[in-house]
């Protein structure tokens, strides 16, 4: 059973870059999958932000695409997000998910429990 | 980009029937999904691939998609269905959330 779980600072400066780790466990990274970030801001609705497959092949929102690197560490079995030039609107809940996507497949599942950078000087 | 548009609120009585629709350009030559979602909970998915449910979703759990619309249908629903539920399809290569619907059971 594939377990999932988001660390980093709960606290980023504006202008500066939001740094996310997304644990994995019970699954190697390595067999497959795609990985995702989704994001929720405080009150609001569910935003994807991007996923990676083990190679590195990333799918991004193209919204976001030009702040947004997630990379993958298969030897720590985690991936990641950096969100660079950081405003007051980035403040949200950020979830990792398993990402099934391909052919017929387009779904998240599971999800961690997600974790709330909030973005202020 | 591709827009998928959901009600912001549907209210049922327990033991009814609640649908709710998720609206979007040819929805229905895409794969939908949606998510169940209760309040300081990580989203729970609750049907895939338009109609499929994941092992432990309840039967009364069901979905749809034609046209330009995806429905989730749930059969008599129970207090515990009361959630956020949201939609989500994928087009040109980007994952796409609708703007979520508040489920009330009253």
Redesign the interface.
């Known amino acids: 059973q594939v377990q999932l779980q988001e660390s980093g600072p709960g606290l980023v400066k504006p202008s500066e870059t939001l740094s996310l780790t997304c644990a994995v466990s019970g699954y190697s990274i390595s067999s497959g999958y795609y990985w995702?970030w989704?994001r929720q801001p405080p009150g609001k609705?569910?935003?994807?932000i991007g996923?990676i497959y083990h190679s590195g092949s990333t799918?991004y929102?193209?919204?976001l695409k030009s702040r947004v690197t997630i990379s993958v560490d298969t030897s720590k079995n985690q991936f990641s997000l950096k969100l660079s030039s950081v405003t007051a609107a980035d403040t949200a809940v950020y979830?990792c998910a398993v990402?099934?996507?391909g052919g017929?497949?387009?779904?998240?599942?599971?999800?961690?429990?997600?974790t709330l950078v909030s973005v202020s000087s | 980009s591709y827009e998928l548009t959901q009600p912001p609120s549907v209210s049922v009585s327990p033991g009814q029937t609640a649908s709710i629709t998720c609206s979007g350009d040819k929805l229905g030559d895409k794969y939908t999904c949606w998510y169940q979602q209760k309040p300081g909970q990580s989203p729970v998915l609750v049907i895939y691939q338009d109609s499929k449910r994941p092992s432990g979703i309840p039967e009364r759990f069901s979905g749809s998609n034609s046209g330009s619309a995806a429905t989730l249908t749930i059969s008599g629903t129970q207090a515990m269905d009361e959630a956020d539920y949201y939609c989500q399809a994928w087009d040109s290569s980007t994952a796409v959330f609708g703007g979520g619907t508040k489920l009330t059971v009253l």
């Open positions: 995702g989704i609705g569910l935003e994807w996923s799918y929102n193209p919204s979830y990402h099934m996507v017929v497949m387009n779904w998240f599942d599971p999800w961690g429990q997600g």
